[in-house]
């Protein structure tokens, strides 16, 4: 095989459309857009136009809420955690603090604090200073010995309450009898 012998797969490349070139090309006089109308000319903005009456993205309520003072966390896992701790990035031994995690390359940068998360395992006794930590990512420190100090509490779990209609005080079914005698 040489050099001048090598080309791309078949269909791997694909001649630009040429439009108004003829009535040869097959894309000359219209260019492909057709017969008339607005479609067919420039600057059309139709896809939120509906003729004057209220758009969709108009007729629907507003939802949500996006907080302006947020506290952005950055992410570890216990996981990538242990994982430094066995590459000798982190020393266990030592308390681990938020400015170590970063010197060590474990988390790129801390916004406003790091946040433990409970996914991989950890098998290392160590002493962690953190913003943040789940429930499952503090009990996980705890079973391996080791301790940590977190300066946002994680928030207590509150059970959903059903609301249920104590027994024999359900509202009786409304007969067709009635409905009748409350119309006339």
């Known amino acids: 095989m040489n050099i001048n012998e090598l080309s791309d797969n078949q269909g791997a490349r694909r001649a630009r459309k040429r439009v108004g070139r003829g009535p040869g090309s097959g894309l000359g006089k219209t260019?492909?857009?057709?017969?008339?109308?607005?479609?067919?000319?420039?600057?059309?903005?139709?896809?939120?136009?509906?003729?004057?009456?209220?758009?969709?993205?108009?007729?629907?309520?507003?939802?949500?809420?996006?907080k302006p003072n947020?506290?952005?966390?950055?992410?570890?896992?216990?996981?990538?955690?242990?994982?430094?701790?066995?590459?000798?990035?982190?020393d266990a031994g030592n308390a681990i603090t938020e400015d170590a995690l970063v010197a060590a390359g474990v988390v790129r940068r801390k916004l406003d604090g790091v946040r433990l998360l409970a996914?991989?395992?950890?098998?290392?006794?160590?002493?962690?200073?953190?913003?943040?930590?789940?429930?499952?990512?503090?009990?996980?420190?705890?079973?391996?010995?080791g301790s940590i100090t977190v300066s946002i509490q994680p928030k207590e779990k509150t059970p959903r309450t059903v609301k249920t209609v104590p027994d024999g005080k359900a509202a009786p079914a409304k007969s067709d009898a009635d409905e009748e005698s409350t119309e006339s």
Not at 79 to 86: C, E, N, S, V
Not at 119 to 145: D, F, M, Q, Y
Request: positive net charge.
């Open 31 to 66: 260019g492909g857009r057709g017969m008339k109308g607005q479609k067919s000319r420039s600057g059309v903005a139709i896809k939120g136009f509906e003729g004057g009456q209220m758009p969709l993205y108009r007729r629907l309520p507003k939802r949500g809420f996006t």
């Open 119 to 145: 996914s991989g395992e950890l098998t290392s006794k160590v002493s962690l200073e953190l913003a943040s930590a789940t429930r499952g990512a503090v009990a996980a420190v705890e079973k391996a010995g």
């Open 70 to 90: 947020r506290v952005d966390l950055a992410e570890l896992t216990l996981g990538r955690l242990q994982t430094a701790i066995d590459a000798k990035k982190l």
